[in-house]
Each structure stands twice: as C-alpha cells, then as structure tokens.
C-alpha cells in the first residue's frame, strides 16, 4: 500500500459527473472501485459522465461517523490552556462555564467552528450540538455555533440544540431565550436538564409537574422542533421524569423526535427492569446518547437496541470547564467505548464502531453509509487490516469524502 495521500485525476465527458475511488477495501474486505454520482454510491459510472478518478492505494473504506452529542459553544480547543478549578455538582461546573466563556479570547463561532472542522477532518459527517442558552449568555452560544455551522455547510451536518445548562426552573430568562431561539429559527432542537434534581426549585411539585418539561415540550410542539434532554439523575428521581417524557412524547405526537442524553438511570439498571425501561422507551420511540464515560454510566446500547430503542455515541464537553479531555474524534470514541466497557472480540469492537457510525446515523435521522450501492459516498480512507483493527490502532484518516468530494487529507480540511 502506498503512504502517500490518495492522488486525483480527471477525465472530461461530456455529461454528468461522477467520482471513481479506485483500488479501496471497504471493512477490509477485497479491493474494489467505489463509484459515487451526485453525492451518492452507485453501481456504474453513467454514461458519457465527467470521470474523475482518485487512487485509494489499497487502503481501508470506512463510513464517515455521527457524533450524537456534542457541546463545541464550550470549547477551549486551540485556545491557551486553561487550569480548571475543583467543582461538584452541576451548579459549580456551571458557574465555572460562565467564568471561562468570559476569560476566553476567542468568539464563540470561531472557537466552534475549530472544534467542529477538527471533527469532520477525523471523519465526522454530521453531529448534534448543544448549545447552552442561560441570561449569562443570551443566544451567544446558539448564535456562534450557527455561524460555524453556515461556514462548513456541504462538509458537516449540524443539528443545533437550544441547551438550558442553568436550568429553566431555577434561572429566570431562560425559557424566554428558548422561545427566541425557536422563534428566530436557529435551533433544531430544543434541551432541557435533569427535572428532578438541578432544575427543581425549592417547594417545587412532583417531576410531572415541574415547569420545565412544560416549556421544554411546549416549544417543540409550538415550533415543529426535536427535544433532547440532559438526564443525569438516577434511580427514581431520573426514572420519574423519564416516564414522564415518554408520556408527553406520545401524548404530543412527537414519536420519533425525543433524545434523552446520558440517561444514567437507564445505565443503572438490568434484567427485568432494564427491559421493561427499553420497552417503554421503544413504544414512545424516544432515543437514548451516551458518551463512554464510564463503566458504570454507559449505556448498554447493546441490549437496548435488541429491544428496539435508538442509541447514538457522542463526545460531550471537549477541552472545555468541565473537562481537559475529549478531542472530538469518533473513532477515538468508539475506542474509548470498547475500553470503557472492556470488549475484547471483534463482532465486540465492530459494534462500538457501529454505534458510532450507524447507531448517531439514525438518531439523526439521517441514511446509513454503509458503503452499498444507493448509500451516500461518505466514507473514510485509513491505512489498516480490518476494522476491530483500526478501531484499536487508531490510523491517520488519510482521505475523508463526503456526498463523494475529497474534503480532507491527513487529518486537515483541504
């Protein structure tokens, strides 16, 4: 195999247009000619079509993945390193993220769009993003990640999430900015976080009644919009308000538009339960996000999408107040979650890349790339064996194509 970055040419026809990748082994298997038209795989080249070919030097094709869940309005990646500071409990990791954001030199739509095009230089194709909205901050947040995703357009898909890190209930001004952000159109989505616990004010009512799920649900039926929100509360203080979001879902026809991220309580549970959870989950078709961080918190995506329930894989907070980690890296992710989890076998660790790639695909709501004829061409070239192999050894992406265009060579955006 060669070790150069994969070389182009082009041969003019007169007619439609379609790129040739040549001499490439989709998951390892033999070396074949990947053929995309108009952003999409096909069988042949059509007729009389304007050729252009790309040599794959016998490297590996792999689908593009989908970060579920990602907060890139928080980031400090590519910033001055920033010393964080002893926090517990949500209230003081908050009041951390407000002092960050105003230390930082950089816009937010720039800082962003960094994070965001590191990203889909790794091979990311789309994600969702949580932006936070609070007074501390106006719209700033979902304004910036907005410019950010305007400017990668035809490299990355965004989902953008009006995200209410401060909480509804106890922040006054924060359901107003949601309104706005719905309102405005610059959200697709629209978050909320932990009922029960953060955003439940003193001598509030039980978790049915608390106001937040109220606006949350109110704005997405108002505004045609997704809801995707934050859980970390276990037991019975996450699993109330759980069975409360999946009674809305239903009763709001909003089947098939509801994630909730993180979902500890979910993580927490097993046998009966865990199933009788995944069921009630299933029929109201609500989504589940986890992030790998830890044993004890992730997600058995496994079991829960043998009982039907859509699981996405995310990054959560990159380099942020919260954390120094995360690098907005998929594949890197999907290691991280084989790790986490301990998988050893290879059916294992291709499934911790099947979340990563297939599991955010339909969370999004977006087609599967698996590499079939009719599939969208957006698919990754690495140096490798097979694919438990590359999920390990962690290649360069040499080439990332997306809807069948060379967008990044050597882990850079060309």
Same mark, same amino acid.
């Given at each position: 195999?060669?070790?150069?970055?994969?070389?182009?040419?082009?041969?003019?026809?007169?007619?439609?247009?379609?790129?040739?990748?040549?001499?490439?082994?989709?998951?390892?298997?033999?070396?074949?000619?990947?053929?995309?038209?108009?952003?999409?795989?096909?069988?042949?080249?059509?007729?009389?079509?304007?050729?252009?070919?790309?040599?794959?030097?016998?490297?590996?094709?792999?689908?593009?993945?989908?970060?579920?869940?990602?907060?890139?309005?928080?980031?400090?990646?590519?910033?001055?390193?920033?010393?964080?500071?002893?926090?517990?409990?949500?209230?003081?990791?908050?009041?951390?993220?407000?002092?960050?954001?105003?230390?930082?030199?950089?816009?937010?739509?720039?800082?962003?769009?960094?994070?965001?095009?590191?990203?889909?230089?790794?091979?990311?194709?789309?994600?969702?993003?949580?932006?936070?909205?609070?007074?501390?901050?106006?719209?700033?947040?979902?304004?910036?990640?907005?410019?950010?995703?305007?400017?990668?357009?035809?490299?990355?898909?965004?989902?953008?999430?009006?995200?209410?890190?401060?909480?509804?209930?106890?922040?006054?001004?924060?359901?107003?900015?949601?309104?706005?952000?719905?309102?405005?159109?610059?959200?697709?989505?629209?978050?909320?976080?932990?009922?029960?616990?953060?955003?439940?004010?003193?001598?509030?009512?039980?978790?049915?009644?608390?106001?937040?799920?109220?606006?949350?649900?109110?704005?997405?039926?108002?505004?045609?919009?997704?809801?995707?929100?934050?859980?970390?509360?276990?037991?019975?203080?996450?699993?109330?308000?759980?069975?409360?979001?999946?009674?809305?879902?239903?009763?709001? @026809?909003? /089947?098939?538009?509801?994630?909730?991220?993180?979902? +500890?309580?979910? %993580? &927490?549970?097993? #046998?009966? *339960? $865990?199933?009788?959870?995944?069921?009630?989950?299933?029929?109201?078709?609500?989504?589940?996000?986890?992030?790998?961080?830890?044993?004890?918190?992730?997600?058995?995506?496994?079991?829960?999408?043998?009982?039907?329930?859509?699981?996405?894989?995310?990054?959560?907070?990159?380099?942020?107040?919260?954390?120094?980690?995360?690098?907005?890296?998929?594949?890197?992710?999907?290691?991280?979650?084989?790790?986490?989890? @301990?998988? /050893?076998?290879?059916?294992?660790?291709?499934?911790? +890349?099947?979340? %990563? &790639?297939?599991? #955010?695909? *339909? $969370?999004?709501?977006?087609?599967?790339?698996?590499?079939?004829?009719?599939?969208?061409?957006?698919?990754?070239?690495?140096?490798?064996?097979?694919?438990?192999?590359?999920?390990?050894?962690?290649?360069?992406?040499?080439?990332?194509?997306?809807?069948?265009?060379?967008?990044?060579?050597?882990?850079?955006?060309?």
């Amino acid at each position: 195999m060669t070790n150069h970055a994969a070389d182009a040419d082009t041969r003019t026809v007169a007619g439609a247009s379609a790129t040739v990748f040549r001499d490439v082994r989709p998951f390892g298997g033999p070396a074949v000619d990947l053929v995309a038209v108009d952003g999409v795989l096909a069988d042949a080249v059509p007729d009389g079509a304007v050729v252009e070919y790309v040599d794959g030097g016998g490297r590996l094709a792999l689908p593009t993945l989908v970060d579920a869940h990602i907060h890139p309005d928080k980031t400090a990646w590519g910033e001055p390193w920033h010393s964080r500071r002893p926090a517990r409990g949500i209230a003081e990791y908050v009041t951390g993220d407000v002092g960050l954001y105003r230390d930082l030199p950089t816009p937010v739509a720039e800082r962003a769009r960094r994070l965001m095009a590191h990203a889909a230089a790794q091979g990311t194709r789309a994600m969702r993003a949580h932006a936070d909205v609070a007074p501390a901050y106006g719209l700033d947040g979902v304004a910036g990640v907005a410019e950010a995703r305007e400017k990668l357009r035809g490299v990355l898909d965004v989902q953008l999430v009006a995200f209410p890190q401060h909480g509804v209930e106890r922040t006054p001004g924060a359901a107003e900015l949601l309104e706005e952000a719905a309102a405005a159109g610059l959200i697709d989505a629209v978050g909320g976080i932990d009922p029960a616990g953060f955003d439940r004010v003193s001598g509030g009512g039980a978790s049915g009644e608390n106001r937040q799920l109220d606006v949350v649900f109110g704005i997405a039926e108002r505004y045609g919009l997704a809801v995707d929100i934050h859980l970390h509360d276990v037991g019975e203080r996450g699993l109330g308000p759980l069975r409360e979001i999946a009674a809305r879902t239903e009763a709001l @026809g909003l /089947r098939g538009k509801v994630t909730v991220s993180h979902a +500890f309580a979910v %993580a &927490a549970l097993s #046998g009966e *339960e $865990l199933d009788a959870t995944a069921d009630l989950l299933a029929s109201a078709d609500i989504a589940l996000t986890t992030v790998a961080p830890s044993a004890r918190t992730v997600l058995p995506f496994r079991r829960l999408a043998e009982r039907g329930v859509r699981v996405g894989l995310g990054s959560d907070g990159v380099r942020d107040n919260w954390s120094p980690y995360g690098n907005a890296d998929m594949l890197h992710r999907a290691w991280l979650l084989g790790w986490t989890v @301990g998988v /050893r076998l290879d059916e294992e660790l291709e499934a911790c +890349f099947r979340l %990563a &790639a297939d599991g #955010g695909a *339909e $969370l999004l709501g977006l087609p599967k790339a698996d590499l079939r004829p009719g599939a969208p061409a957006d698919f990754m070239l690495v140096e490798g064996e097979c694919l438990p192999q590359v999920v390990i050894d962690l290649p360069r992406r040499d080439v990332v194509v997306r809807a069948g265009r060379v967008v990044a060579r050597d882990g850079r955006l060309v």
